[in-house]
Protein backbone atom coordinates (compact mmCIF):
# COMPACT_ATOMS: atom_id res chain seq x y z
CA UNK A 1 0.00 0.00 0.00
CA UNK A 2 0.94 3.53 -0.65
CA UNK A 3 -0.38 6.84 0.24
CA UNK A 4 -0.10 9.91 -2.10
CA UNK A 5 -0.09 13.50 -1.04
CA UNK A 6 -1.71 16.60 -2.89
CA UNK A 7 -0.70 18.56 -0.25
CA UNK A 8 1.01 18.99 3.08
CA UNK A 9 -1.19 18.05 5.80
CA UNK A 10 -3.47 21.32 6.97
CA UNK A 11 -4.00 21.57 10.79
CA UNK A 12 -7.31 21.67 11.74
CA UNK A 13 -7.29 23.10 14.88
CA UNK A 14 -9.44 25.86 13.99
CA UNK A 15 -11.63 24.00 11.97
CA UNK A 16 -15.62 23.22 13.94
CA UNK A 17 -18.19 20.45 12.85
CA UNK A 18 -21.45 22.03 11.83
CA UNK A 19 -23.71 21.74 14.35
CA UNK A 20 -25.78 18.52 14.40
CA UNK A 21 -28.12 19.29 17.10
CA UNK A 22 -29.16 22.91 15.23
CA UNK A 23 -29.42 20.53 11.62
CA UNK A 24 -31.11 18.10 13.65
CA UNK A 25 -34.15 20.45 14.62
CA UNK A 26 -33.97 22.54 11.38
CA UNK A 27 -35.13 18.88 9.68
CA UNK A 28 -37.27 17.95 12.19
CA UNK A 29 -39.12 20.89 11.90
CA UNK A 30 -38.82 20.67 7.57
CA UNK A 31 -36.76 23.71 7.27
CA UNK A 32 -32.94 22.68 6.91
CA UNK A 33 -30.38 25.50 7.36
CA UNK A 34 -28.80 25.17 3.90
CA UNK A 35 -29.64 22.93 1.11
CA UNK A 36 -28.18 22.06 -2.24
CA UNK A 37 -30.60 24.11 -5.11
CA UNK A 38 -31.37 27.37 -5.60
CA UNK A 39 -30.75 30.00 -2.83
CA UNK A 40 -30.36 27.36 -0.38
CA UNK A 41 -27.43 26.21 -2.51
CA UNK A 42 -23.95 26.35 -2.43
CA UNK A 43 -23.70 29.21 -5.04
CA UNK A 44 -25.20 31.12 -2.10
CA UNK A 45 -24.01 29.83 1.13
CA UNK A 46 -22.22 33.03 2.48
CA UNK A 47 -25.59 34.52 1.45
CA UNK A 48 -27.29 32.27 3.99
CA UNK A 49 -25.04 33.42 6.83
CA UNK A 50 -22.09 36.04 5.60
CA UNK A 51 -20.36 36.10 9.09
CA UNK A 52 -19.91 32.15 9.81
CA UNK A 53 -20.10 30.95 6.03
CA UNK A 54 -17.59 33.42 5.33
CA UNK A 55 -15.16 30.56 4.17
CA UNK A 56 -17.28 29.65 2.05
CA UNK A 57 -16.73 32.19 -0.83
CA UNK A 58 -13.51 33.65 0.42
CA UNK A 59 -11.61 30.05 1.47
CA UNK A 60 -8.69 29.05 -0.72
CA UNK A 61 -8.42 26.00 0.49
CA UNK A 62 -12.13 24.32 -0.22
CA UNK A 63 -13.24 20.99 -0.32
CA UNK A 64 -14.71 18.77 -2.25
CA UNK A 65 -11.65 18.66 -5.25
CA UNK A 66 -10.90 17.18 -8.60
CA UNK A 67 -7.94 14.82 -7.45
CA UNK A 68 -5.32 14.82 -10.01
CA UNK A 69 -3.60 11.58 -9.61
CA UNK A 70 -0.77 13.02 -11.95
CA UNK A 71 0.54 15.57 -9.71
CA UNK A 72 0.53 13.88 -6.70
CA UNK A 73 3.46 11.64 -4.98
CA UNK A 74 3.78 8.94 -2.08
CA UNK A 75 4.44 9.32 1.52
CA UNK A 76 4.87 6.53 4.11
CA UNK A 77 1.95 3.84 3.89
CA UNK A 78 2.77 3.73 7.60
CA UNK A 79 1.69 7.36 8.38
CA UNK A 80 -2.36 6.75 8.37
CA UNK A 81 -4.41 3.92 9.67
CA UNK A 82 -7.91 3.44 11.46
CA UNK A 83 -9.46 1.41 13.92
CA UNK A 84 -13.17 1.12 14.49
CA UNK A 85 -14.30 -1.89 16.77
CA UNK A 86 -17.57 -3.20 15.42
CA UNK A 87 -20.69 -1.58 17.12
CA UNK A 88 -24.01 -2.48 18.42
CA UNK A 89 -27.29 -0.61 18.61
CA UNK A 90 -26.05 2.03 16.47
CA UNK A 91 -27.84 5.37 15.46
CA UNK A 92 -29.27 6.07 12.06
CA UNK A 93 -30.31 9.54 11.23
CA UNK A 94 -31.78 11.32 8.68
CA UNK A 95 -30.71 15.24 9.55
CA UNK A 96 -32.80 16.12 6.20
CA UNK A 97 -29.41 17.02 4.27
CA UNK A 98 -27.78 13.46 4.54
CA UNK A 99 -28.38 10.31 6.20
CA UNK A 100 -25.92 10.30 9.22
CA UNK A 101 -24.95 7.48 11.45
CA UNK A 102 -23.25 8.13 14.75
CA UNK A 103 -20.61 6.03 16.24
CA UNK A 104 -19.01 6.98 19.81
CA UNK A 105 -16.10 5.10 18.84
CA UNK A 106 -12.74 4.18 16.51
CA UNK A 107 -9.36 5.94 16.15
CA UNK A 108 -7.69 7.07 13.59
CA UNK A 109 -3.73 7.44 13.70
CA UNK A 110 -2.34 10.04 11.52
CA UNK A 111 1.89 9.88 12.16
CA UNK A 112 1.80 10.60 16.06
CA UNK A 113 -1.68 12.03 16.29
CA UNK A 114 -4.58 10.26 17.33
CA UNK A 115 -8.12 11.80 16.13
CA UNK A 116 -11.62 10.47 17.69
CA UNK A 117 -14.61 8.83 15.30
CA UNK A 118 -17.49 10.92 15.31
CA UNK A 119 -20.15 9.70 12.74
CA UNK A 120 -20.15 8.91 9.35
CA UNK A 121 -22.54 10.01 6.34
CA UNK A 122 -23.18 9.87 2.88
CA UNK A 123 -23.54 12.20 -0.69
CA UNK A 124 -24.91 11.78 -3.81
CA UNK A 125 -23.61 12.09 -6.25
CA UNK A 126 -19.35 11.89 -4.97
CA UNK A 127 -18.18 15.21 -3.83
CA UNK A 128 -14.60 13.98 -4.66
CA UNK A 129 -13.58 13.30 -8.15
CA UNK A 130 -10.49 11.25 -8.99
CA UNK A 131 -8.77 12.09 -12.80
CA UNK A 132 -12.14 13.93 -13.21
CA UNK A 133 -14.42 10.79 -12.76
CA UNK A 134 -17.17 11.46 -10.49
CA UNK A 135 -19.09 8.35 -8.88
CA UNK A 136 -22.77 7.76 -8.26
CA UNK A 137 -22.09 7.68 -3.66
CA UNK A 138 -19.46 9.15 -1.15
CA UNK A 139 -18.96 8.39 2.16
CA UNK A 140 -17.32 10.68 4.59
CA UNK A 141 -15.90 9.51 8.15
CA UNK A 142 -15.51 12.15 10.17
CA UNK A 143 -13.10 12.28 13.12
CA UNK A 144 -11.74 15.25 15.53
CA UNK A 145 -9.21 15.59 17.71
CA UNK A 146 -8.69 16.68 21.25
CA UNK A 147 -8.08 20.47 19.89
CA UNK A 148 -10.92 20.16 18.14
CA UNK A 149 -9.42 19.66 14.80
CA UNK A 150 -10.83 17.52 12.17
CA UNK A 151 -10.13 15.00 9.66
CA UNK A 152 -12.33 13.15 7.34
CA UNK A 153 -11.78 9.94 5.87
CA UNK A 154 -13.84 9.48 2.10
CA UNK A 155 -14.73 6.31 0.42
CA UNK A 156 -16.56 6.74 -3.26
CA UNK A 157 -18.56 4.22 -4.72
CA UNK A 158 -18.88 2.49 -7.93
CA UNK A 159 -21.64 0.35 -9.36
CA UNK A 160 -20.91 -2.97 -9.64
CA UNK A 161 -21.68 -5.29 -13.22
CA UNK A 162 -22.20 -8.40 -10.40
CA UNK A 163 -24.33 -6.77 -8.07
CA UNK A 164 -22.08 -6.46 -5.12
CA UNK A 165 -22.71 -4.40 -2.44
CA UNK A 166 -20.05 -3.85 0.68
CA UNK A 167 -20.87 -5.82 3.58
CA UNK A 168 -20.67 -2.82 6.04
CA UNK A 169 -22.76 -0.78 3.75
CA UNK A 170 -24.89 -3.33 2.93
CA UNK A 171 -26.22 -3.49 6.47
CA UNK A 172 -26.23 0.03 6.63
CA UNK A 173 -28.51 0.44 3.17
CA UNK A 174 -30.80 -2.53 4.58
CA UNK A 175 -32.42 0.36 6.94
CA UNK A 176 -32.63 3.23 4.68
CA UNK A 177 -36.48 2.68 3.84
CA UNK A 178 -37.14 3.30 7.95
CA UNK A 179 -35.57 7.07 8.21
CA UNK A 180 -36.96 8.34 5.03
CA UNK A 181 -38.67 11.28 6.12
CA UNK A 182 -35.95 14.12 7.75
CA UNK A 183 -35.73 14.59 11.52
CA UNK A 184 -36.58 10.26 11.30
CA UNK A 185 -34.12 7.81 12.82
CA UNK A 186 -33.56 4.13 13.51
CA UNK A 187 -31.14 1.64 15.28
CA UNK A 188 -28.78 -0.94 13.05
CA UNK A 189 -28.44 -3.64 15.57
CA UNK A 190 -24.76 -4.61 14.45
CA UNK A 191 -22.22 -3.41 11.90
CA UNK A 192 -18.54 -4.28 11.31
CA UNK A 193 -15.48 -2.71 9.81
CA UNK A 194 -12.92 -5.02 9.60
CA UNK A 195 -13.58 -5.14 5.58
CA UNK A 196 -13.79 -1.39 5.16
CA UNK A 197 -9.96 -1.46 7.27
CA UNK A 198 -8.85 -3.58 5.15
CA UNK A 199 -9.74 -1.90 1.98
CA UNK A 200 -8.56 1.34 3.44
CA UNK A 201 -5.02 -0.35 4.01
CA UNK A 202 -4.88 -2.20 0.97
CA UNK A 203 -5.31 0.43 -1.70
CA UNK A 204 -3.95 3.74 -2.16
CA UNK A 205 -5.16 6.85 -0.29
CA UNK A 206 -4.84 10.82 -1.34
CA UNK A 207 -4.41 13.09 0.87
CA UNK A 208 -5.02 16.77 1.01
CA UNK A 209 -5.78 20.18 3.59
CA UNK A 210 -8.85 20.86 2.64
CA UNK A 211 -12.82 21.94 4.51
CA UNK A 212 -16.33 20.79 5.25
CA UNK A 213 -17.99 20.26 2.60
CA UNK A 214 -21.09 22.12 4.59
CA UNK A 215 -21.36 25.53 5.92
CA UNK A 216 -19.71 27.07 7.68
CA UNK A 217 -16.83 25.57 5.17
CA UNK A 218 -14.32 25.38 7.89
CA UNK A 219 -10.75 24.84 6.67
CA UNK A 220 -7.81 23.27 8.07
CA UNK A 221 -9.48 20.02 7.67
CA UNK A 222 -7.29 17.09 6.89
CA UNK A 223 -8.89 14.73 3.78
CA UNK A 224 -7.80 11.27 3.39
CA UNK A 225 -9.98 9.79 0.19
CA UNK A 226 -9.11 6.27 -0.60
CA UNK A 227 -8.27 5.42 -4.45
CA UNK A 228 -10.40 2.36 -4.95
CA UNK A 229 -14.04 2.36 -5.25
CA UNK A 230 -16.73 0.24 -2.69
CA UNK A 231 -18.74 -2.14 -4.37
CA UNK A 232 -22.41 -0.95 -4.63
CA UNK A 233 -25.63 -2.41 -5.87
CA UNK A 234 -28.02 -0.60 -8.11
CA UNK A 235 -31.08 -1.27 -5.32
CA UNK A 236 -29.31 -0.16 -2.44
CA UNK A 237 -27.78 2.64 -4.81
CA UNK A 238 -31.69 3.99 -5.84
CA UNK A 239 -32.44 3.46 -2.19
CA UNK A 240 -30.40 5.82 -0.86
CA UNK A 241 -30.34 8.06 -3.78
CA UNK A 242 -34.33 8.35 -3.34
CA UNK A 243 -34.27 9.64 0.12
CA UNK A 244 -30.89 11.74 -0.07
CA UNK A 245 -32.08 12.94 -3.33
CA UNK A 246 -28.63 15.77 -4.23
CA UNK A 247 -26.17 16.81 -1.80
CA UNK A 248 -23.16 17.28 -3.33
CA UNK A 249 -21.25 20.31 -3.38
CA UNK A 250 -19.73 21.76 -6.32
CA UNK A 251 -15.94 20.92 -7.19
CA UNK A 252 -13.89 23.77 -6.18
CA UNK A 253 -10.39 25.18 -7.28
CA UNK A 254 -7.08 23.86 -6.40
CA UNK A 255 -6.17 24.50 -2.87
CA UNK A 256 -4.03 27.36 -2.48
CA UNK A 257 -6.09 28.85 -5.72
CA UNK A 258 -8.76 32.03 -5.35
CA UNK A 259 -11.71 30.43 -4.45
CA UNK A 260 -14.21 30.49 -7.58
CA UNK A 261 -17.18 32.34 -6.37
CA UNK A 262 -14.68 35.23 -5.15
CA UNK A 263 -13.26 34.61 -8.62
CA UNK A 264 -16.44 34.95 -10.24
CA UNK A 265 -17.76 38.18 -8.73
CA UNK A 266 -15.04 39.67 -9.40
CA UNK A 267 -15.61 39.28 -13.17
CA UNK A 268 -19.08 39.87 -12.80
CA UNK A 269 -17.95 43.58 -11.46
CA UNK A 270 -15.41 43.77 -13.96
CA UNK A 271 -12.39 43.86 -11.73
Given amino acids: MRFLLILPLV ?3 T ?8 ARRAAQAGTPS ?7 GPLNWYGLDPQTNAACDLGKQQSPIAIDSTTIRPIDPGSVSFDIPSAEHVEFENLGYTLEVILPNGTLTVQDKQYTLAQFHFHTPSEHRIDEEHFPLEVHFVWTDETHGIAVVGFVFQL ?3 GDCDSLFNSVFA ?4 ISEPGSATEIESLVFDGLAKHFESHDVFTYGGSLTTPPCSEGVSWFVSAEPLALDVHSYNQVKRVIRFNSRYTQNVPGDENLLEMAARELNGL
Fill in 175 to 178: HVES
Fill in 11 to 13: TAA
Fill in 160 to 162: SDA
Fill in 15 to 22: ACLHDRTL
Fill in 34 to 40: FGYSGAQ
